[in-house]
């Protein structure tokens, strides 16, 4: 019997109440469903207080507080009552809630609970300005007697404890004051089952996720011994979780070196050694239970406890035997492609819309005398004529002013001969022209057979005239038919290897992309991800032994939170969304505030001097791209403290400008690298000019420009 009693003299009902605050600490304790615990704590309560109706509510986020358990109360009273809202109903009961409640009217208690004995004079004592706010619905249901306790933690209202009775006087101030115990207890048992739940979603939801994630994952403990095996890891290694479980890592996870065959050094001792994330070498294999030999990459990260202590070693590896394969494959068609266009006989060059070279063939090199890659960005005119300005004759420049085919004969003393020229016009994936496939074929020898011919044909037309003017427009009509046949072919020639040479770009810079981004998920995501799940493991198991409590979660928080803006990051590095939503300026000024947080000891002064609609959407992920990388570059290589990025129109064009107070370095001992090349080929691609200036001591300046449509 739940009961109490004003007077002190009597050590029995104290004893009694301590008695029922103990049988209810045992039910809130005991539970870890939230129905079966509210269930019983209604039913303990009915039965203590012998009430007629005893309800538990719970308040929700909409605002409402529904009955979640209750005994006594009919379908109707529950149904009307449960759509209760503080948002929509004012009432009385609306000052328990807000524990506004003034102690000194005889309906409320110090503990913010309110009560009434007597619902039938019930408005009578309550203030003029207060009667508007009384429902009294339980008494046009029939009760006569009714509280309402506030179930409460940490001043945050959780619910209420509803009792109601048809008799007066069944609900006196000190059993009141005693149910405000029990709802202290309720509060702190509904805090811990709504912890559980909770705690056991995200196991759940772990769970799921290292089962279902493509990669292998092995964690173990402290020792080096398996506690966990997922099921890509299973089927790697040959080993069964439940065979795997409690051995060492090293029997179940046998690597070596894929050359030398030597066993590999084990990650797990190296990551209990070094406290911190470890790869292994690219040439490592997995040795199978069966014994087969299986190329992976993988990475090994600690596992720590909240209080810092490593509590274990967790192993994320996956098969790269396709990866393997399909970068042999593109190896072989890249030399294959290379083979063919250095056995091509004819004189070949990529010449691109400014009249620069792109790329040679072997027989166009050795006929200039020049090494091809040194043949690249010479303007042809100067390389191949020897002139100062594109001659007259040129037919690049006719397919540079309307994007079609051209042919010419060319008599080119420099190169001792003559030479039929084609051009074909290039386009990139938009379609917009980029350049041509410049071909010249050797046609010394017919030049000089049909000179030969012609002088036969002079002299024997000086003879014969009359019979040979037949014989001439025949000759004629022949010549012109080789020519465009001639053409023809090389037209078909020029087209496959122009398929090929683009098939075999498109695949590189996929495969490329691909194993970037895939690199980033395995090496960032997967790993944080495997250690949240066992530190999660790990708080859970100390939570149910008592040795941690909620502030746990919110360190585990901050650590999805972190898992969180790294899967950001990366969705940023792939597209950022401010280019297509807001426009170039914004996303660059994104992406400087970014980096300066990156990078503290770098400052970005930028200075923009257009306007967005002046800069075409062709030009914009350009400019955005070759800025990241100018910048990354930056900060990896030159040691500057500031840097300046001017973007503005200028003289017909758009130009960028990016200069820092670095190191630099020396230009004629830099060729490649740092991504020059990329920034070069994304400003040449989308139709600009590309400079960079740089010397030891003095920095580096970048400067592209792009002509105005």
Not at 375 to 398: D, K, N, Q, T, W
């Amino acid at each position: 019997m739940l009961s109490a009693s004003n007077d002190i003299t009597n050590r029995e009902p104290t004893e009694t109440e301590f008695r029922a605050l103990g049988k209810f600490l045992e039910i809130a304790n005991r539970h870890s469903e939230m129905t079966s615990l509210l269930q019983e704590f209604v039913e303990e309560i009915k039965e203590g207080t012998c009430c007629e109706a005893v309800g538990i509510r719970l308040r929700a986020e909409d605002g409402k507080i529904p009955y979640t358990a209750y005994q006594g109360y009919n379908r109707q009273f529950y149904e009307t009552e449960s759509l209760l809202s503080i948002k929509t109903d004012p009432g009385l009961w609306f000052k328990v809630v807000e524990g506004t409640a003034d102690p000194q009217p005889p309906f409320y208690t110090e503990g913010g609970s309110f009560y009434v004995n007597g619902t039938t004079p019930f408005p009578s004592p309550v203030a003029e300005e207060d009667r508007v706010q009384i429902r009294n619905f339980c008494h046009q249901a029939g009760y006569e007697s009714f509280a309402l306790i506030p179930i409460r933690v940490d001043s945050r209202l959780l619910g209420l404890i509803h009792l109601a009775d048809g008799k007066e006087n069944r609900i006196p101030l000190n059993r009141v004051k005693l149910l405000e115990q029990v709802a202290s207890v309720l509060g702190a048992g509904i805090q811990r089952v709504l912890a559980e739940e909770e705690l056991r979603r995200q196991r759940e939801w772990l769970r799921v996720t290292l089962a279902s994630i493509g990669d292998a994952v092995i964690a173990t403990d402290a020792e080096g011994r398996i506690t966990f095996l997922n099921s890509a890891g299973a089927a790697l290694t040959g080993w069964p979780l439940e065979e795997a479980r409690g051995q060492t890592l090293r029997d179940v996870f046998r690597i070596v070196n894929e050359k030398t065959k030597e066993p590999a050094e084990d990650p797990v001792a190296r990551v209990l050694r070094e406290r911190k994330v470890v790869e292994l070498a690219n040439d490592t294999t997995l040795v199978t239970k069966d014994g087969l030999e299986i190329p992976i990459k993988d990475s090994a990260a600690p596992i720590l406890d909240a209080s810092g202590n490593l509590t274990g070693v967790v192993v994320v590896f996956h098969d790269v035997t396709q990866q393997r394969r399909a970068q042999e494959a593109i190896f072989q068609a890249e030399r294959e492609w290379e083979q063919t266009f250095n056995s091509v006989p004819d004189l070949v060059a990529i010449l691109d819309d400014h009249h620069r070279v792109v790329r040679v063939n072997k027989a166009m090199a050795d006929r200039l005398g020049v090494p091809a890659e040194k043949c690249i960005g010479l303007h042809c005119y100067e390389a191949v004529h020897g002139m100062s300005e594109v001659p007259g004759f040129c037919p690049h420049a006719r397919t540079c002013q309307d994007g079609q085919q051209h042919f010419a004969e060319v008599h080119e003393p420099r190169l001792q001969g003559y030479f039929l020229v084609s051009t074909t016009p290039l386009r990139n994936a938009q379609g917009r022209f980029i350049g041509s496939a410049h071909i010249a074929r050797d046609i010394t020898d017919r030049k000089r057979a049909e000179e030969a011919l012609k002088m036969a044909h002079d002299e024997l037309e000086l003879r014969v005239r009359e019979r040979t003017s037949e014989l001439s427009a025949v000759v004629e009509r022949l010549r012109i038919e080789i020519v465009q046949r001639r053409q023809l072919e090389d037209s078909l020639r020029e087209s496959e290897n122009q398929v090929r040479f683009f098939a075999s770009q498109c695949l590189i810079a996929q495969e490329t992309e691909r194993k970037r981004v895939a690199g980033e998920l395995h090496d960032s995501i997967a790993a944080s991800l495997g250690a949240l799940k066992f530190r999660i493991e790990n708080t859970a198991e100390k939570m149910n032994q008592g040795q941690s409590g909620p502030e746990s979660l919110r360190e585990l928080a901050g650590q999805v939170t972190g898992v969180i803006t790294e899967v950001r990051r990366i969705m940023a590095d792939l597209r950022p969304a401010l280019l297509d939503d807001l426009g170039i300026i914004a996303a660059l000024n994104w992406f400087c505030r970014e980096f300066e947080k990156t990078y503290t000891q770098i400052s970005v002064e930028k200075e923009v001097r257009l306007s967005e609609p002046v800069v075409p959407d062709s030009l914009k992920t350009a400019i955005f791209r070759i800025t990241q990388e100018a910048l990354h570059n930056i900060a990896k290589y030159s040691r500057a403290s500031r840097v300046y990025l001017r973007l503005q129109e200028k003289e017909g064009a758009i130009e960028m400008v990016i200069r820092d107070n670095g190191q630099g370095f020396d230009l004629e001992t830099v060729k490649k690298g740092l991504g020059l090349s990329t920034m070069r080929e994304r400003a040449q691609l989308s139709g600009g000019t590309f400079d960079l200036q740089a010397a030891p001591g003095k920095g580096t300046r970048i400067r592209v420009s792009w002509p105005q449509a």
